[in-house]
């Protein structure tokens, strides 16, 4: 069993900053890409940003230069730094990460349960 724990949302005014964090545990023998999706109300989830194992990531145009992921292997954890928000970035964030449980599986999609995250004066 494994399970997906994000943490770091809430509610920030515009041009502020938040630390969304994610945290693997359970049956996990390798982990490979991680990432961020979030969805807004009413609208399809979307990509925000990807990282695989060797660090190379992946963005949103519309976060380009204001979000930075990042991960720490060490801890089966992946962030996301978000910086100058905006009211459009209201959403509920979840992260996924793909997971092998052991030598002889094949890499498994996992999700989190999601977090909130408002831009609001």
């Known amino acids: 069993q494994v399970q997906l724990v994000e943490s770091g949302g809430g509610l920030v005014q515009p041009g502020g900053s938040l630390r969304l964090s994610c945290v693997a545990s359970?049956?996990?023998?390798?982990?490979?890409?991680m990432g961020w999706y979030r969805q807004a109300p009413g609208k399809q989830r979307e990509l925000v940003a990807t990282?695989?194992?060797?660090?190379?990531?992946n963005y949103a145009d519309s976060v380009k230069g204001r979000f930075t992921i990042s991960r720490d292997n060490a801890k089966n954890t992946v962030y996301l730094q978000m910086n100058s928000l905006k009211p459009e970035d209201t959403a509920v964030y979840y992260c996924?990460?793909?997971?092998?449980?052991?030598?002889?599986?094949?890499?498994?999609?996992?999700w989190g349960q999601g977090t909130q995250v408002t831009v609001s004066s």
């Open positions: 996924n990460a793909d997971i092998r449980s052991d030598l002889f599986r094949g890499f498994v999609r996992y």
């Open positions: 359970g049956s996990i023998f390798s982990i490979g890409a």
């Open positions: 990282i695989t194992r060797a660090d190379i990531t």
